[in-house]
């Protein structure tokens, strides 16, 4: 049984979603402060085909465009030309999964619709109605300025096939079709049956040939589209073009890619010579019809599959995203050369918020984007470039694109002001210092080795790689607040060396840093170390508890140590060797300068003040050791302690090994090692002290977060790290991952993971046990939910690409652990996991292909599998009656319990419910 497969949703139930979503500010799992309004007056308008774009951007043939609600959510977002995903005459293929990797240069091994042809035209249709509906409900003026531009393949005797001429047919006149969908979309919408909706969905085909289409044969092709169907038609070149010399010195020399495109990828791809015969050829046929001929820049590039997360059974996979920016570039540049400005060219290789800009001022246009949506933020991330165009339009005093190229050059004749655009931006697109070069993005996996758990999954990376345990958002989230004395209260909570660690961290935090998926990690240790300056200390020691500690160390491990227990009430005695504290570690340190030396002064002052007493100049040995340990309640040996024994261990602490024998491996690392002994010490004294004290958090607003998340940010500049206000300008970078995550939910194409909204709750965790002839349940504990935002998985949707678990801060996979909800029937009977609403108050679920269900009656749910029947309290979930099925002697009620959340937050949430079959 397959699980990757797809299901289309009826469009009236779609609509009706994502109508009740708007209700709550987002559709398809984007804020509505993410959605374009179009403008009259917009700069950045174009024409195409004799429609006027809104903006030039849209979605490139590929994921986003497969399915109606994709295609629906690049349209809020302010894409405008639709590159609907590839179609061809063999519509039942069987995609390698996972076919995607994008944490930095993107690598896919699918290329065409996954969908059967006439599956394709329908979410074509339902997209282009439900746009038009769309635009009408927003009350958006006029009709929607945006194209659907067809895109086939991959050999002449597929296109002429009569499946793919039906689909040809029917995506050029489908006025039927489009009335009777207007009709049914009525019922929930009035005014949809009265809106002037084109009966032609498209006019215009890019052309997409496979690597290897012999060259006579994509002429014959694009002639055909020409002459025989009268499209305006574009032809997808390959960045092949620049030929094997001049894409590895710009891939491998230049920018310092280890990606291998071997002979093969340009030995079976046409000639940059023939290439201009066919361009010239289909050129003039286009004008000898009145029909618009252009190319568009670039295909994917083929390389080995090494290296890359993608199925070893594929040798070859194919490169998209930021990497294959400079190379389509250069192709651009070097085609405009030949034709002396003159080309049409639509561009999509690497595209971004950060050079939208510039690309368009070298006259490419539309450009459409794939990759950097795959990215987190997704379809979000289209605002970012709205919002930089626009600004750097409004400082050119640019009030049309052609009229930004010609500013931008200085030039008064367009042509001209493109061709020396191009001249400027390829070169420096391959210069080694480039933001394209791989030496620009040094961190690219946010994965850590928590695990994934059903519920409750928001979780900070960069906590999970801090030694010291920092509470990294809590303190930044003051920072950036300016509460400099509230960061560090947060700080000093589990870290008493704020000045040093502020100035010498590893911040090995900073690799797992969410940010990196977008700019640059924050500079979290910039922002410890303003904190430690800025603000001031307020330590507390709790009253003395009466328990006596000697540490033998003063390193930071020791001193970390000694500041908790001292905090906890115990008094505490810190003997060292050297005549002054800090160890082997610290001591060093004490010796590099005036300024180096005034930080360790001040964070070892700060730990003496809460009562530790410093016994410098005094070696510990044996006899020593056994006197200590008589007297004290407890003794610890910090790293890097001479091994010292004794007969007697009890009472002796010592620190614990890395791993390979030897003593913590930072400096950070032996903070933390020290408040790790602190707490084992208490634990064994019996003193009741937790060394995190409660600190308020700003409220969580999702929308704001979200909205975050789909933008870019500059970071603080290293002249800049000694204002404060720059600091906190870099810690308000800060995506709070703690509090929300929903990075599954963004860089997922097909919508297919979606939040719910739902209030915490606490239910027993309970077991059920044969025992004579009875079945007992104990409970064990108590388990529950305590984050507002949960993710589902809608197994109609998923094809499992694995975009998710690229992303996924975890090292779990969301569309596999995250509950499966199915929408469909269909798509329920097609999976072996999952759960379906099969009326309002059952459910049918299955787990590995077994089934289960879960029966509301009001005050009681009935769970029931093949080991048991459980009968819990709708509201507690404790289980009032359990029965275990033949041969079950002994089973976890955890199943029952979870299925009856799931069943909650989908019956809580009125725009899924609406989405489900009736």
């Not at 590159?83 to 390698?96: C, N, R, S």
């Not at 109605?129 to 895109?151: C, D, K, R, T, Y």
């Not at 002429?219 to 032809?235: D, K, S, V």
């Not at 009968?871 to 976890?892: G, M």
Request: proline share 5%.
């Amino acid at each position: 049984m397959t699980t990757d497969h797809m299901h289309g949703m009826d469009a009236d139930r779609l609509l009706s979603w994502i109508l009740e979503d708007l209700r709550q500010g987002s559709a398809l799992g984007i804020v509505r402060d993410l959605f374009f309004t179009p403008k009259k007056n917009d700069p950045f308008r174009m024409k195409r085909y004799g429609i006027e774009l809104e903006t030039p951007l849209g979605a490139a043939a590929g994921p986003h465009t497969q399915m109606a609600q994709n295609i629906i959510a690049a349209w809020l977002c302010g894409a405008r030309y639709m590159e609907l995903k590839t179609v061809q005459v063999l519509d039942k293929i069987a995609v390698t999964k996972p076919c995607i990797d994008m944490r930095d240069e993107g690598y896919n091994c699918e290329w065409s619709q996954e969908l059967s042809l006439d599956g394709s035209y329908e979410e074509y249709l339902k997209a282009w109605v439900l746009i038009h509906v769309l635009h009408a409900h927003f009350g958006f003026a006029g009709s929607p300025g945006m194209i659907f531009n067809m895109s086939a393949g991959y050999s002449m005797e597929g296109i002429l096939s009569p499946t793919v001429q039906r689909f040809l047919d029917r995506m050029q006149n489908c006025g039927d079709d489009v009335r009777a969908m207007q009709q049914k979309l009525a019922k929930v919408w009035p005014g949809a049956a009265d809106i002037d909706i084109p009966a032609s969905m498209s006019d215009s085909l890019t052309i997409s040939c496979m690597h290897g289409c012999p060259p006579d044969e994509v002429e014959r092709i694009a002639l055909y589209f020409l002459q025989g169907r009268r499209l305006n038609t574009t032809l997808k070149m390959n960045p092949t073009l620049l030929g094997p010399e001049r894409v590895r010195g710009i891939l491998n020399e230049s920018l310092g890619y280890t990606v291998n495109v071997p002979d093969i990828a340009f030995e079976h791809d046409i000639s940059y010579d023939t290439a201009l015969r066919i361009l010239h050829s289909c050129r003039h046929a286009a004008d000898e019809l009145g029909l618009a001929f252009g190319v568009k820049l670039t295909n994917t590039l083929e390389a080995l599959n090494s290296g890359q997360s993608l199925p070893e059974k594929e040798p070859m996979v194919y490169m998209s995203g930021r990497a294959l920016y400079p190379v389509s570039i250069a192709v651009a540049r070097r085609l405009q050369d030949d034709f002396e400005g003159r080309l049409d060219i639509s561009f999509c290789a690497g595209v971004d918020a950060l050079n939208v800009a510039e690309t368009l001022a070298c006259g490419l246009a539309p450009l459409t984007v794939c990759s950097d949506l795959l990215k987190p933020g997704g379809y979000g991330r289209l605002a970012q470039y709205l919002e930089n165009l626009r600004a750097t339009m409004h400082t050119a005093g640019a009030k049309s694109i052609a009229a930004f190229a010609r500013k931008t050059a200085g030039l008064d004749d367009h042509t001209a002001a493109v061709l020396q655009n191009l001249a400027k931006t390829a070169p420096r697109a391959s210069a080694p210092d480039s933001r394209y070069a791989r030496s620009a993005m040094r961190h690219t996996d946010v994965k850590t080795s928590r695990p994934l758990p059903a519920f409750d999954c928001a979780a900070a990376p960069c906590m999970s790689r801090c030694p010291a345990g920092q509470h990294i958002p809590a303190y930044l989230e003051r920072a950036a607040a300016g509460d400099f004395d509230g960061a560090l209260a947060v700080i000093t909570d589990t870290n008493p060396f704020p000045s040093v660690l502020g100035a010498m961290c590893n911040q090995a935090c900073r690799e797992k840093c969410m940010r990196i998926q977008y700019d640059d990690g924050l500079q979290i240790r910039e922002v410890k170390g303003c904190a430690a300056l800025a603000g001031q200390r307020d330590h507390r020691p709790a009253p003395p508890n009466g328990r006596r500690v000697a540490i033998v160390g003063a390193g930071p491990a020791g001193l970390s140590c000694a500041f908790f227990l001292a905090l906890a009430g115990c008094a505490v005695d810190v003997y060292e060797s050297a005549p002054r504290a800090g160890g082997r570690t610290l001591g060093p340190i004490l010796d590099k300068g005036a300024k180096v030396a005034a930080l360790v002064i001040q964070d070892v002052d700060a730990i003496l003040a809460q009562g530790v007493h410093l016994h410098c100049g005094c070696r510990v040995e044996a006899d020593k050791l056994a006197q200590l340990a008589a007297t004290a309640d407890a003794v610890y040996l910090s790293p890097g302690v001479e091994e010292i024994s004794v007969s007697d261990e009890s009472g002796i602490f010592r620190a614990t090994s890395t791993g390979n024998g030897g003593p913590p491996s930072s400096l950070v690392a032996s903070v933390g090692e020290g408040r790790r002994a602190s707490a084992a010490i208490l634990a064994r004294l019996g003193v009741l002290f937790a060394s995190s004290r409660p600190h308020r958090r700003a409220g969580m607003n999702i929308a704001d977060l979200r909205r975050r998340q789909a933008f870019r940010l500059q970071g603080m500049t290293r002249a800049e790290a000694g204002s404060a206000e720059a600091v906190s300008r870099e810690a308000a970078r800060c995506l709070q991952c703690d509090k929300f995550c929903g990075i599954c939910v963004s860089v997922c194409p097909n919508r297919a993971n979606v939040l719910l909204y739902t209030q915490s709750r606490t239910w027993p965790i309970q077991r059920a046990q044969k025992c004579n002839g009875q079945t007992r349940v104990s409970t064990l504990g108590t388990g529950g939910i305590e984050q507002s935002a949960q993710i589902m998985n809608i197994g109609d949707f998923c094809n499992e690409c694995g975009n998710c678990v690229a992303f996924c801060p975890s090292s779990g996979a969301p569309y596999r652990d995250k509950p499966r909800l199915h929408l469909s029937r269909a798509s329920f009977d097609a999976d072996d996991n999952g759960f379906w609403r099969k009326s309002a108050a059952l459910y049918m679920g299955k787990h590995c292909g077994k089934a289960w269900s879960l029966r509301d009656d009001t005050e009681t749910l009935v769970y029931e599998d093949e080991t048991m029947r459980a009968v819990l309290d709708a509201c507690s979930l404790e289980a009032r009656e359990v029965t275990l099925k033949q041969n079950v002697d002994e089973v976890s009620l955890l199943p029952a319990v979870q299925a009856a959340v799931c069943c909650s937050l989908v019956s809580g949430n009125p725009a899924l419910s609406s989405a489900m079959d009736a």
